[in-house]
T-cell receptor, first 111, second 116 residues
Framework: DQQVKQNSPSLSVQEGRISILNCDYT??????FLWYKKYPAEGPTFLIS?????DKNEDGRFTVFLNKSAKHLSLHIVPSQPGDSAVYFC??????????FGTGTRLQVFP | NAGVMQNPRHLVRRRGQEARLRCSPM?????VYWYRQLPEEGLKFMVY????????ESGMPKERFSAEFPKEGPSILRIQQVVRGDSAAYFC??????????????FGPGTRLTVT
């Protein structure tokens, strides 16, 4: 039972353009959503989060949007940079407990 | 302040042997989580521990797997009688009490277990 889904396994974007990574979830009890970034041979690192009572959170080049009625969230990166090339995981939690991860989207930013 | 440390980084075991994976959380962190990542999949929660207590082990297989976080020393994930299907990357994460952002966890580099 995949409660958090990332349906695009990969995304390729030109440097300077916007990257949009998508995530869907099924459990309406999730109260916080997070994005983690992972480079090869390293552990994931926290990127940005959003509470379920909000619909947008912005931090520099990164913005996360939440659409609760559609059970959908997205991460926007603008402008995209080559150093953003990594695997991005969407994750969700209930009551600050364990993270439920999606399967990840591999982003490649090319010059 | 050193990050989360995991060792070994790579571990090769034959079927039937035991695997012990160690995790030292960040200084001052009292919460430890273990996750497993199978090839081409996301990370799957296994167990959540605080010092000397297992808080949530709902993701742990019922047999052969155990975890501890003693009062002194690192957290240990133990897999007895390993099978090929246990081959995966095992990540440990830690977080402090009273964390500012719910769900913000600090991950170690992982231990890649290969069962031959």
């Amino acid at each position: 039972d995949q409660q958090v889904k990332q349906n695009s396994p990969s995304l390729s974007v030109q440097e300077g353009r916007i990257s949009i990574l998508n995530c869907d979830y099924t459990n309406s009890m999730f109260d916080y959503f997070l994005w983690y970034k992972k480079y090869p041979a390293e552990g994931p690192t926290f990127l940005i989060s959003i509470s379920s009572i909000k619909d947008k959170n912005e931090d520099g080049r990164f913005t996360v949007f939440l659409n609760k009625s559609a059970k959908h969230l997205s991460l926007h990166i603008v402008p995209s940079q080559p150093g953003d090339s990594a695997v991005y995981f969407c994750a969700a939690i209930i009551q600050d407990d364990k993270l439920i991860f999606g399967t990840g989207t591999r982003l490649q930013v090319f010059p | 302040n050193a990050g989360v440390m995991q060792n070994p980084r790579h571990l090769v075991r034959r079927r039937g042997q035991e695997a012990r994976l160690r995790c030292s959380p960040m200084k001052g962190h009292s919460h430890v989580y273990w996750y497993r990542q199978l090839p081409e999949e996301g990370l799957k929660f296994m167990v959540y521990l605080q010092k000397e207590n297992i808080i949530d082990e709902s993701g742990m297989p019922k047999e052969r797997f155990s975890a501890e976080f003693p009062k002194e020393g690192p957290s240990i994930l133990r897999i007895q009688q390993v099978v090929r299907g246990d081959s995966a990357a095992y990540f440990c994460a830690s977080s402090p009490s009273g964390r500012r952002i719910p769900g913000e966890q600090y991950f170690g580099p992982g231990t890649r277990l290969t069962v031959t």
